[in-house]
């Protein structure tokens, strides 16, 4: 399983954009990139995914670096209730989704 | 629509008793994972079941099986239990020919072995 590395810990401010990073330097072609997020006490939570274009929906955008070994989730305007750890996944689809959970980073939102 | 639920919420078992999970996915779903999320620790992939049948498996040992009935729902079985496998519990359902990839999970079930 290809892996990714994330910051542990970011702390951002209330209604302020937050660029979440991500490292993945051993992506291969076929390799799609996944954000989860899990909020406090409940199960993961899908945000977006994408696999070589930037992609936006109602709750969050993902950058893609033009390589691919690096790709940022912006929030872009924080709320308390953003506060969760993010997950950045690699999913190559191979009969199985198997879901490979790193560490994530722990975002904290200060009013 | 209701989501994946899970049941029960919360369990105590005691070293070397057997345990059942139970999981309903989401309507419309026909696969379900199954993962372990230890405290302070991201979920482990246990096992995915789609058609009724085992199509992928983590690093579990055989204590850990599963079974998933005609109606799409899941068990999660946990035989000769560990203080080890004191854990929350996380249910995923998905569209097994989906290119997505988007797993919708249950609020999990919380297991404290003694």
């Known amino acids: 399983d290809a892996k990714t590395t994330q910051p542990n810990s970011m702390e951002s401010n209330e209604e302020e954009p937050v660029h979440l990073p991500c490292n993945h330097s051993?992506?291969?072609?076929?390799?799609?990139i996944h954000w989860y997020r899990q909020l406090p006490s409940q199960g993961p939570e899908y945000v977006i995914h994408g696999l070589t274009s930037n992609v936006n929906n109602r709750m969050a955008s993902l950058a893609i670096a033009e390589d691919r070994k690096s790709s940022t989730l912006i929030l872009h305007r924080a709320t308390l209730r953003d506060a969760a750890v993010y997950y950045c996944i690699l999913l190559t689809f191979q009969g199985a989704q198997k879901l490979v959970f790193g560490q994530g980073t722990r975002l904290t939102i200060n009013p | 629509d209701a989501g994946v639920t899970q049941s029960p919420t919360h369990l105590i078992k005691t070293r070397g008793q057997q345990v059942t999970l139970r999981c309903s996915p989401k309507s419309g779903h026909d696969t379900v994972s199954w993962y372990q999320q230890a405290l302070g620790q991201g979920p482990q992939f246990i096992f995915q079941?789609?058609?009724?049948?085992?199509?992928q498996r983590g690093n579990f040992p055989d204590r850990f099986s599963g079974h998933q009935f005609p109606n799409y729902s899941s068990e999660l079985n946990v035989n000769a239990l560990l203080l080890g496998d004191s854990a929350l519990y996380l249910c995923a359902s998905s569209l097994g020919g989906s290119r997505t990839y988007e797993q919708y999970f249950g609020p999990g079930t919380r297991l404290t072995v003694t």
């Open positions: 079941y789609y058609e009724e049948e085992e199509r």
């Open positions: 051993t992506i291969s072609g076929t390799d799609y």
